[in-house]
């Protein structure tokens, strides 16, 4: 697994990436999954397991996603 990185060097495409910061909705610390986008903000991306819409983030740290199990 790679190391956590600033999200100064996190990629700004779109790509959805791992990252540690303040997520959701009860604004606590945490990790979630995030791509950076329109208008030129981090936004949490909902999962398999949430319904959220997806909200501003303030963040950290990244790292890129894991592959998934085969």
């Known amino acids: 697994m790679t190391n956590w990185q600033p999200i100064t060097t996190a ?3 779109g790509t959805r990436i791992l990252a540690y910061g303040v997520i959701g909705l009860e604004s606590k ?3 979630g999954t995030v791509s950076y986008g329109w208008p030129g903000e981090w936004r949490c991306e909902p999962t ?3 319904e959220y819409s997806p909200e501003p ?3 950290t740290h990244w790292m890129p996603l894991p592959e998934p199990p085969l």
């Open 11 to 13: 990629p700004l495409d």
């Open 29 to 31: 610390p945490g990790i």
């Open 48 to 50: 398999e397991t949430t």
């Open 57 to 59: 983030c303030t963040l």
